[in-house]
Nanobody
Framework: QVQLVESGGGLVQAGGSLRLSCAAS????????MGWFRQAPGKEREFVAR???????YYAESMKGRFTISRDNNKNTMYLQMNSLKPEDMAVYYC???????????????????WGQGTQVTVSS
């Protein structure tokens, strides 16, 4: 079965950096677009970034210039490098897989077929 496993979350001071990883198994990773979402307590799940199987990337406006999404198809792994972290970045971060590489609705969680269990990112001020 398909499994997406996030790692790399933790506690960091404001202004610091973290790199999240999402290891995929049970699917042909190179054929999926992949995304990162986050969810803070009491808030809806929010789009963070997306990378198409071809490598094209999209970011939420507030993450541009601070976050970088990447993938290594040889390792079936996706990454999210997060720099200049702010307290408002604190959330559970989820990775997700989407068979529809060219969709224009990539910001919507419902577009993604598979999800990981999430990893907590805590940013102290």
């Amino acid at each position: 079965q398909v499994q997406l496993v996030e790692s790399g979350g933790g506690l960091v001071q404001a202004g610091g950096s973290l790199r999240l990883s999402c290891a995929a198994s049970g699917l042909t990773f190179s054929k999926y677009a992949m995304g990162w979402f986050r969810q803070a307590p009491g808030k809806e799940r929010e789009f963070v970034a997306r990378i198409r199987w071809s490598g094209g990337t999209y970011y939420a406006e507030s993450m541009k210039g601070r976050f970088t999404i990447s993938r290594d198809n040889n390792k079936n792994t996706m990454y999210l490098q997060m720099n200049s972290l702010k307290p408002e970045d604190m959330a559970v971060y989820y990775c997700a897989a989407d068979t529809k590489d060219g969709t224009s609705d990539y910001r919507r969680p419902s577009e993604y077929e598979y999800w990981g269990q999430g990893t907590q990112v805590t940013v102290s001020s």
